[in-house]
């Protein structure tokens, strides 16, 4: 529950986490053992993130976000067993993607390309990871928020089958006060419906 309530206290994002606060941490799965994809980048790959890489994801957090993450923040989340991904290119850290699960629900607490590399893919890929991560937990549903004035991000959330389900009233800290966010989801049942047997 700490880590959960430390991230909406101190990002903003994320609160409808809270709910699933009980949870047991989701365990780390190798990315072979994934299904996902090759990388639209042959460069670049995905692993589990380590404590040892908080310098590059911080690196990194600082530059794509207005309000970034803390360190602590990430660390919790590793702490706490949360699913955390790194997506490397020659060794370097170049984005990462968090969920938390819970039940039959998952949520993405943070997902980030490194500024420089946005725009080439790496956040679909990034993305279709973490649901599929979310999917080999047998999760029905899963969540995310963000902010109305991020609309790459939208638009690739609606690309990938999420909907808008939701508003959040000043959710998030901004320049200017506080910001909305939408909440949105996708639910994840179509491999359930077609391995059932017939009736
Ligand atoms: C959101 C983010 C993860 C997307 O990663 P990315 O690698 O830039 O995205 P991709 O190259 O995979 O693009 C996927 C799709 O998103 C949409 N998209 C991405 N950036 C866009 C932009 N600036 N404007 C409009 N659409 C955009 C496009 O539909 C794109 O598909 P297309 O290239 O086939 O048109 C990345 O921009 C990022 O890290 N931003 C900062 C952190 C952040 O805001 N995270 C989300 C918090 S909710």
New binding site residues.
């Given amino acids: 529950m700490a880590v959960l309530q430390r991230v909406a206290r101190q990002s903003g994002r994320q609160t409808r986490a809270l709910a699933h606060a009980t949870a047991a941490a989701a365990g780390h799965a190798d990315v072979s053992a994934l299904g996902v994809e090759a990388s639209p980048v042959s460069t670049s790959s995905l692993r589990p993130m380590r404590e040892g890489d908080l310098d590059a994801v911080m690196a990194i957090e600082q530059r794509?976000?207005p309000f970034p993450w803390t360190r602590g923040i990430f660390k919790d989340c590793l702490k706490a067993g949360y699913p955390s991904w790194v997506m490397t290119e020659h060794g370097l850290v170049i984005?990462y993607g968090l969920l938390s699960i819970a039940a039959d629900e998952a949520h993405v607490l943070?997902?980030?390309?490194a500024p420089e590399?946005?725009?080439?893919?790496?956040?679909?890929?990034?993305l279709r990871a973490l649901v599929k991560i979310a999917r080999n937990h047998r999760v029905q549903r899963v969540f995310?928020?963000?902010?109305p004035s991020?609309?790459?991000?939208i638009?690739?959330y609606h690309?990938e089958g999420f909907n808008e389900i939701g508003r959040r009233p000043r959710y998030y800290p901004a320049k200017d006060g506080r910001e909305d966010a939408l909440v949105m989801a996708i639910e994840l049942v179509a491999d359930d419906i077609t391995a059932m047997p017939p009736l």
């Fill in positions: 794509a976000y984005g943070n997902i980030c390309i590399r946005q725009g080439r893919g790496l956040g679909r890929h990034l995310l928020e963000v902010r991020n609309p790459g991000a638009v690739l690309s």
